[in-house]
């Protein structure tokens, strides 16, 4: 099968992830004129458009997208070989985890993990908004929270539960006083990387929603949450992030926390999902987690 040249795909790759020829020519170092060269290249190969106009903008299409996704994936494939191809003995996993997560739960443990991986290295990328794997040709995994799932090709396995509800300092939490009435009038603090969980927190709850007079918005929940222990408000976070704040007294939880058994899971491409160094990190989250197999 004649396949479609390397360089073409590998331009019309970037321009679908970074959405503009300006940013896929910056990434490849080329000039705007060599990408479009490159991608009539593959659509003359392939008989078919592969962008449509929307204005100003150039969208895939449908069929385009799916090949832009297996491409990604296929590159990642090849950088991953090559990586273990010339760092003979070593295996690297680079996973991306939610920002609070990673800060609060995942860096505490880090040298354990460490000690039970060996020689096996995991680069931990924080990420301020949670995106499935198949956004991010260069992780090797992502650990997501239970409101995320991913797209085809992949594999999930959950390695821990977890409980979420609204967080504040002791001083605050007394005068609630555990009326959820009381928030109406509160300074509540909202996460833009997830700015439904409110919502989520007062239907799985049971209790009547209110209207917030005074909200605070911040890019994520790791800023949102840092602003509760600060005394600026009221935060929701998930129990397994601030259980040190807790146990310390720094944050209290005036109405306690729901369960939420989707919990927290490690995805990675199903044809990875057997590769040793995913499988000791699997072994040890669901170890360090607590979710039993």
């Not at 040249?5 to 490849?28: D, T, W």
Request: hydrophobic residues 45%.
């Amino acid at each position: 099968m004649r396949l479609p040249p390397l360089n073409a795909i590998r331009a019309f790759e970037s321009v679908c992830r970074q959405g503009s020829i300006l940013k896929a020519a910056a990434e490849l170092g080329v000039v705007r004129g060599a990408v479009r060269q490159q991608i009539a290249t593959l659509e003359d190969h392939l008989g078919s458009k592969l962008f449509v106009r929307d204005g100003r903008r150039l969208v895939p299409t449908e069929k385009a997208s799916a090949f832009a996704e297996a491409a990604g994936a296929a590159f990642t494939i090849l950088r991953r070989a090559t990586d273990e191809f010339e760092q003979t003995g070593r295996q690297r996993i680079r996973l991306g985890v939610p920002s609070a997560f990673a800060v609060w739960w995942l860096m505490p443990r880090a040298a354990d993990m460490q000690a039970n991986l060996g020689d096996i290295e995991v680069d931990i990328v924080p990420m301020t908004v949670v995106e499935p794997l198949s956004q991010h040709p260069d992780f090797d995994a992502v650990i997501m929270g239970g409101e995320m799932r991913s797209s085809d090709g992949m594999t999930e396995t959950r390695f821990m539960e977890d409980e979420f509800g609204p967080v504040a300092t002791p001083a605050i939490a007394a005068r609630l006083a555990g009326d959820v009435a009381a928030l109406a009038q509160s300074n509540i603090l909202i996460s833009r990387s997830a700015p439904k969980l409110w919502d989520e927190w007062f239907s799985e709850s049971g209790f009547v929603p209110v209207a917030f007079a005074h909200r605070r918005e911040f890019e994520d929940l790791l800023l949102a949450v840092g602003a509760a222990r600060a005394g600026l408000g009221i935060a929701l976070a998930p129990k397994a992030s601030i259980e040190e704040d807790l146990n310390r007294g720094i944050l209290a939880a005036p109405y306690g926390f729901i369960r939420r058994p989707a919990g927290y899971s490690l995805c990675c491409r199903t044809a990875d999902a057997k590769r040793p160094a995913l499988t000791a990190l699997r072994d040890w989250l669901w170890h360090s987690g607590g979710t039993s197999r």
